[in-house]
């Protein structure tokens, strides 16, 4: 079992950066891919990037792909998504989830973590 919970978001202004953080229970961590996903208002939850358990692989939604960057310090049990040039699009609650080793589908979800990007 795998508690996350997401930290960072906040209000920032279109151009501007913030930094999301998802802190891992579980003393698995390091085996788990681990993604991020967001949900505007009205829309479904779409997939923003994963990075693999040892951080060799990272994948990017085209959307946010260079001004987004995913991140995992697996000593401490987190990963990271710095956001760079935000866009009002990219208001949404975020989430991070984590996905076993063979599995197809993410088994771990957080609460979510609310980002608005005022223009």
């Known amino acids: 079992q795998v508690q996350l919970a997401e930290s960072g978001g906040g209000l920032v202004q279109a151009g501007g950066s913030l930094r999301l953080s998802c802190a891992a229970s579980?003393?698995?961590?390091?085996?788990?891919?681990m993604g991020w996903f967001r949900q505007a208002l009205g829309k479904e939850r779409e997939f923003v990037a994963y990075?693999?358990?040892?951080?060799?692989?990272?994948y990017y939604a085209a959307s946010v792909k260079g001004r987004f960057t995913i991140s995992r310090d697996n000593a401490m049990n987190t990963v990271h998504l710095q956001m760079k040039s935000l866009k009002p699009e990219d208001t949404a609650i975020y989430y991070c989830?984590?996905?076993?080793?063979?599995?197809?589908?993410?088994?771990?979800w957080g609460q979510g973590t609310q980002v608005t990007v005022s223009s």
């Open positions: 989830a984590a996905r076993v080793y063979g599995d197809a589908s993410y088994n771990y």
């Open positions: 990075i693999t358990w040892s951080g060799g692989v990272t």
């Open positions: 579980g003393r698995t961590f390091n085996t788990y891919t």
